[in-house]
């Protein structure tokens, strides 16, 4: 992984989690329903931008360096395990 990328998607997965810890205890202390929807939307905003992080990496460095090679079976695997992970980030 690139040091922008990771960099990035570590700073927003560790704010996530932080995030997240404060919607467990907001849960646990009978907090107002909308202010728990509000942090789990933000946990929820940061995972899918760290996602995307590591999609962007993805595609500029293994799913490039695939698509130069001629290895043809390399290549149908690469475009598979996109496939397969957009597909779940779309549901």
Do not use: P, R, W
């Amino acid at each position: 992984m690139t040091t922008n990328y990771k960099t990035s998607a570590l700073l927003n997965f560790k704010k996530a989690q932080s995030h997240l810890a404060k919607v467990i205890s907001m849960v646990e202390k009978d907090a107002y329903c909308v202010d728990i929807m509000q942090q789990n939307l933000a946990v929820i905003g940061l995972l899918k931008s760290a996602h995307q992080m590591m999609m962007a990496n993805h595609l500029t460095t293994c799913f490039k360096t695939a698509m130069e090679s001629t290895n043809e079976k390399k290549k149908q695997t690469m475009i598979d395990e996109i496939l397969k992970v957009t597909k779940i980030a779309n549901k």
